[in-house]
């Protein structure tokens, strides 16, 4: 992984190459902490393209922006195409190598292939590529949305790009200001609908999409998408264990591909257990696995994941995390997310990713994409009961069945009723689109009610979920209720929060890499084949993956309840140990001063969460980062800091 920065100008033009070179080398050195390892620009007739470098694949000649001498194609590229050693032998009697790096193999792929060279990829990727022979820039984004690319389409039909951001403000190409409806989707959906992002001017590029820009027109093309509408396989459980193997085994060697050694992130869950066990096993032995633990025994997983790690054999490391570390940490988090929040997780995730890298490692595998795929999620049961719910709404016990997912909840009349009215919303349309995640929007969506009046007015016209159901293919509305909910859950939580900020900005915020093994279109698309009673059996989650595991992980973990990866937030943001930024940004004349929330029923929600023996809810938490998290984007991103001079120097500037 890496970053990349760039933009169009016309040819020849008159502001100069100096103008020009000054604005490439602060967006490149803007995303230094994604490409730690190196820094390089290259100005073009026509374009400017930048590249920091996080070397993990052909150290010595994998340098960019790489560009091929008989055409002028160039080339910028952030992530990994897993499969290049294949592609390059099928590639090596049309092209010459210079390198064995991948991102030469994007050229050659190119050059023979067209832009269609795309769906030949297996990996996680971001690339532009120029084109001089028609003027002509090509971006393109992996198939889920793992590399993120973000664009601005400048005055005069010029383009810019980069891997954050920031860099578009760095380079003095868009000014910064905060989307409002970007923000209104974020605190309905957890993360903006692509191609909005929370600044204006500023657009992302969908995820499975092509972007080709040429003579100031922009036209996007999706080359890919999840498809669980399939037929279900007819094979039995045998032969999809061993199909499930045989893919799985492939997604991990695939990643272990590295010219620097590969760890992995050990959570204690299913998942990431079963990854550390077939890459133990591939490595002969020596894997290396880190783990966040909390001080909080609310939060904490050691002991399932000292019981995984004794029983692999790797070396283990933890870093504990206080309510004190993460309300230091979130300033971080906000700056490298470049988005508004709900959850403080992803703090640990920056921490984790520092200490990694403090023990030299750049990349590691990490187990996310496993629940969208073989329905591990509580939203998966939930619809699941609710769809049997609906066909008797009036039923006193068919709800009664949520309380196996529940089991805290208590028997009394009360709670019984506060059950019916959390979960029964939507019953009268369950073939609606957007059924399954109705309740999970409802109840992030009670963030909208601390708007402030007048920033609520502007945005009264966006319906976030109108927005997100309008980007789903028609065809989509026709499948099974839960493949519904797979593509819905794949089409916004994962990529728009945890792949996005959880992953890729808390990982590249240190300079680590991460890995998906779940998230190969091999596993992919074998999940979607199979049968549903196979995943989801009952309400036993992730059914066919935990028989695949016997054996390979500790019995405890397979017999473990599905436990929901969570931070602290109230203690970290209001509680005894709460750093200062809070009680600054949190204060009602600073929230005044931003505009998005109103002031005073902050002020309320802060002193209930902060007496004593408070008892928090769910709902209270989320609209209190919600407002952290939003003021932090206003502090960091409406006056931003410039970029140090050093570090602009260090950018190695070459001409064509």
């Known amino acids: 992984m ?141 198939r889920v949305g793992i590399c993120p690319l973000f664009y601005a389409q400048l005055p005069g039909g010029h383009l810019a790009f980069a891997s954050e951001a920031k860099a578009l403000f760095a380079g003095g190409l868009v000014t910064p200001s905060l989307d409002a409806r970007g923000l209104k989707q974020t605190f309905q959906l957890w993360a903006p609908v692509a191609p909005r992002t929370s600044f204006e001017g500023v ?87 880190f783990s966040v633990g909390f001080a909080h025994a609310r939060f904490d997983e050691r002991t399932h994941q000292a019981t995984v790690a004794e029983q692999l054999r790797t070396e283990h490391r933890v870093v504990e995390m206080r309510d004190g570390d993460i309300g230091a940490l979130v300033p971080g988090v906000i700056f490298h997310a470049e988005q508004a929040m709900m959850r403080s997780a992803p703090a640990p995730f920056l921490r ?23 329905l591990g999620y509580d939203l998966f049961k939930e619809t699941k009961v609710r769809q049997f719910w609906a066909r008797q709404p009036a039923s006193k016990y068919r709800p009664l069945l949520l309380r196996r997912l529940y089991p805290t909840l208590s028997v009394s009349q009360q709670s019984v009723e506060l059950l019916r009215e959390f979960f029964g919303t939507g019953l009268e349309t369950p073939d609606a ?17 601390f708007l402030a009046p007048e920033f609520a007015a502007k945005v009264a016209d966006e319906d976030p979920v109108a927005s997100v159901l309008a980007t789903v293919p028609e065809a989509v509305a026709k499948w099974r209720p839960l493949a519904r909910a797979q593509y819905l859950e794949a089409r916004t939580l994962l990529s728009g929060y945890l792949l996005s900020a959880q992953g890729d900005r808390m990982l590249l915020g240190n300079g680590v890499e991460g890995r998906f093994p779940f998230l190969d279109t091999g596993v992919m698309e074998f999940a979607a084949r199979v049968p549903e009673r196979l995943r989801l059996r009952g309400l036993d989650e992730k059914h066919l993956l935990k028989r695949f595991s016997k054996g390979r992980v500790p019995p405890s973990i397979l017999e473990r309840s599905k436990f929901p990866y969570r931070a602290p937030i109230a203690g970290a943001l209001v509680g005894p140990d709460a750093p200062a930024w809070a009680r600054e940004l949190l204060a009602p004349e600073a929230v005044s001063a931003t505009g998005v929330f109103d002031a005073r029923k902050v002020e309320r929600l802060v002193a209930k969460l902060r007496a004593p023996n408070s008892a928090e809810s769910e709902a209270d938490t989320m609209a209190l980062f919600a407002v952290a998290s939003t003021q932090l984007l206003a502090h960091h991103f409406l006056k931003p800091k410039p970029v140090p001079q050093a570090d602009v120097d260090a950018v190695q500037l070459e001409a064509a």
């Open 203 to 289: 657009s992302l590029l969908p995820p499975a999409h092509i972007a080709k820009w040429r003579d100031g027109a922009l036209t996007l093309q999706r080359y890919w998408d999840l498809d669980f509408g399939v037929t279900p396989d007819a094979a039995d459980a045998p032969r999809l264990l061993e199909e499930l193997g045989a893919v799985l085994d492939r997604a991990v060697r695939l990643r272990l591909r590295a010219d620097v050694p590969v760890a992995a992130y050990l959570s204690g869950g299913l998942d990431s257990s079963l990854l550390c066990s077939l890459a133990q096993e591939q490595l002969g032995g020596t894997l290396r696995t």
């Open 2 to 142: 890496c970053g990349i920065a760039g933009f169009t100008f016309p040819a020849g033009d008159a502001a100069g190459p100096a103008l020009h070179a000054d604005r490439l080398r602060r967006m490149t050195a803007s995303i230094k902490h994604r490409g730690p390892d190196a820094q390089r620009a290259l100005l073009l007739d026509g374009a400017a393209l930048g590249h920091a470098r996080l070397s993990i694949v052909d150290l010595a000649s994998g340098h960019q922006p790489m560009r091929d001498e008989a055409t002028g194609l160039t080339v910028v590229f952030n992530g990994e195409i897993f499969n290049h050693v294949e592609l390059r032998e099928q590639l090596s009697g049309a092209y010459a190598f210079r390198t064995r790096s991948d991102t030469e193999v994007i050229l050659a792929a190119f050059l023979t292939w067209g832009i269609d060279c795309v769906r030949r990829f297996e990996g996680q990727w971001a690339f532009a590529l120029w084109d001089p022979r028609d003027r002509t820039l090509w971006m393109s984004r992996d």
């Open 352 to 374: 984790l990713s520092g200490w990694v890298r403090d023990h030299g490692i750049k990349v590691v595998l990490t187990g996310e994409g496993s629940d969208e795929m073989f």
């Open 433 to 449: 689109l957007g059924f399954s995640h109705l309740v999970r929007w409802g109840n992030s969506g009670r963030i909208l009610r």
